[in-house]
């Protein structure tokens, strides 16, 4: 299973920036679907997911009313809109699939991860 993660780059506070995850076919119709983050010297945290047939998204705290997962099953693509960007939103921005457990803000939750891309915000 291969997910591969675009669109980071370098954008200023208050910019928007959009992410995109492309999975192989046979994975992203079956599985739940999310983005992680983790900024240098901490934690990874938990952004946004998507269930399989996106009726369900749920948001991390400190991206809620910002940012906007979404997934087009017939392109096989997951995407991450992030509005009113700010600095501590800097992070290797991962894409994720296979959620299995109670919750998915729970990074050990999620079977199949993507290399990662990079999104820099400058104050």
Same mark, same amino acid.
């Given at each position: 299973v291969q997910l591969?993660?675009? #669109? #980071? #780059?370098?954008v200023q506070a208050g910019d928007s920036l959009r992410l995109s995850c492309a999975a192989s076919r046979r994975t992203f119709r079956a599985y739940s679907m999310g983005w992680f983050r983790q900024a240098p010297g901490k934690e990874r945290e938990f952004v946004a997911s998507v269930s399989f047939g996106g009726g369900r998204t749920y948001y991390g705290d400190s991206v809620k009313d910002r940012f906007t997962i979404s997934r087009d099953n017939a392109a096989s693509t997951l995407n991450l809109q992030m509005n009113s960007l700010k600095p501590e939103d800097t992070a290797v921005y991962y894409c994720v699939a296979q959620f299995i457990g109670t919750s998915p803000m729970v990074d050990s939750?999620?079977?199949?991860? #993507?290399q990662g891309t990079l999104v820099t915000v400058s104050s």
């Open positions: 591969q993660a675009s #669109g #980071g #780059g370098l939750n999620w079977h199949y991860w #993507g």
